[in-house]
């Protein structure tokens, strides 16, 4: 019984002291400098791209991971009608400019009156808006890039039907700049200011410290957490720096 006593007793007093023990502060990031921040490398821009039409995809020109640039031809819907449109319209106005320039000499015979002569120049003037409506119904077959980045997901390929609900065909990602976005805790409120430095640590991928700006400073402190949110942008005009990945910032004063 005393044996059994003197186990329940040191139980006890062993669950007690764990109890009154300090926590222990969480792990930081490889290579972090004392006063660094944990933070998230982001891409600057991240968008999805198709079309507002419907349509069957004929062509898309690049894939997940391709490097693709501002304006650059990523996908074509196909075309013919719309194309079709564009040049019988371009036939219509090439008429309407010879019947003007015919009836022009007419009119200043005045063997034509000027109404008769109205109506032909309006009637060209129409359809040059005709034309205009028919190219941009075109353009709208073409998907291009808005920025300059890489392709993190292709969701439709050549064949497929593009609708209302399936009008996304790629994911694209701008790296450059990456954005660093870190929490930093509340009690730094008001040392933290748009133009700072920071310095990034990218360990274990890269073992040089890179430098970034702070452009963002969150005006509003999260109660529940006692953080706000920072972020800083980093150049990285080669994409080397991937994003997705953990570092940690010590910023400058």
Not at 1 to 16: D, F
Not at 46 to 64: A, F, I
Not at 133 to 160: D, F, Q
Request: net charge positive; proline share 6%.
């Amino acid at each position: 019984m005393k044996t059994v006593a003197s186990i329940a007793l040191a139980l006890v007093l062993s669950s007690q002291a764990v109890a009154q023990a300090p926590a222990r502060a969480p792990l930081a990031a490889p290579g972090a400098a004392k006063d660094s921040h944990n933070c998230v490398v982001e891409p600057s821009l991240s968008v999805s791209v198709g079309s507002p039409v419907d349509g069957v995809l004929q062509s898309v020109t690049v894939d997940r991971g391709s490097s693709v640039a501002k304006g650059q031809v990523v996908a074509q819907l196909r075309s013919g009608v719309e194309a079709a449109a564009v040049a019988l319209s371009q036939s219509r106005i090439e008429f309407d400019k010879r019947k003007v320039e015919r009836n022009e000499t007419l009119f200043n015979k005045q063997l034509i009156s000027a109404q008769e002569r109205d109506e032909m120049v309006t009637e060209a003037t129409l359809h040059n808006g005709e034309l205009r409506k028919e190219l941009e119904n075109l353009k709208l077959r073409t998907i291009v890039s808005p920025l300059n980045g890489v392709v993190v997901e292709r969701a439709l390929g050549p064949g497929e039907l593009i609708r209302a609900d399936r009008s996304i065909v790629l994911k694209l990602a701008q790296l450059n700049p990456l954005n660093i976005e870190v929490i930093t805790p509340a009690a730094l409120f008001g040392t933290i200011r748009a133009g700072m430095i920071g310095s990034v640590n990218l360990s274990p991928y890269f073992t040089q410290p890179y430098t970034a700006k702070v452009v963002v400073v969150d005006k509003v402190i999260d109660p529940a957490s006692g953080t706000f949110w920072v972020r800083l942008q980093l150049p990285n005009p080669e994409n080397k720096i991937p994003a997705g990945i953990r570092c940690s910032v010590a910023f400058k004063r």
